[in-house]
């Protein structure tokens, strides 16, 4: 369990430890939420996509995994989802350079994804399934929410609604 929280801790420490911790929790309010297309070299773009499908893939495992109540199955697809991310393919030289391309708005909203994610794995872990699905929630939520600012050039139909009332 220590032992597990430690090496949480750590990845989250070594995925964003050159994004500054200042950057505040409004990004995305309604007056600035609107598309930002990524413009990311070839080689990143390639990553990116195979981490997607990857995640898409653990994600459906983990749906499974907490609606059965297996713990241990539910926490290791939470953390394989958490661990799945552009660090594992760059080295750290070239990572500070994609981050440096990368929109804050897009790290932070990756960052609360991977966070998420370990979250649900601290929840299965005490047999708390009905937190860990809530938490789940969230995390299809990041998906969508991502999407619509930064992929609605490719996923079309995925534009950010205003209420006209
Ligand atoms: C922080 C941003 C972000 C989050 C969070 C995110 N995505 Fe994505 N995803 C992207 C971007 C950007 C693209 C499109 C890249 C492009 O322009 O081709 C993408 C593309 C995809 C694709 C298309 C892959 C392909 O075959 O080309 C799938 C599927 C996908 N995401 C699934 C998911 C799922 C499922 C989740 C949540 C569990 C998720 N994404 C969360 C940013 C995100």
Do not use: W
Not at 73 to 81: C, D, G, M, P
Not at 111 to 131: E, I, L, Y
Not at 147 to 162: E, G, P, S, V
């Amino acid at each position: 369990m220590f032992l597990k929280k430690v090496i949480i801790a750590t990845v989250i420490i070594l995925s964003f430890s050159t994004i500054s911790i200042a950057q505040t929790m409004q990004t995305h309010d309604s007056t600035s939420a609107k598309s930002q297309q990524l413009q990311l070299p070839e080689n990143v773009h390639a990553v990116l996509i195979h981490e997607m499908t990857t995640i898409t893939h653990l994600m459906g495992n983990l749906l499974e995994f907490i609606v059965r109540g297996d713990a241990i199955n539910s926490s290791r697809a939470a953390l394989e989802i958490s661990n799945t991310n552009l660090k594992q393919e760059f080295n750290l030289q070239e990572l500070k350079k994609i981050m440096k391309i990368l929109p804050k708005g897009f790290i932070k909203m990756d960052q609360k994804f991977h966070m998420t994610a370990n979250a649900v794995a601290n929840a299965v872990d005490t047999n708390d399934f009905k937190t860990a699905i809530n938490l789940y929630s969230e995390m299809t939520q990041s998906c969508v929410s991502c999407h619509m600012t930064y992929a609605n050039n490719r996923f079309k139909n995925l534009k950010i609604k205003r209420k006209s009332k």
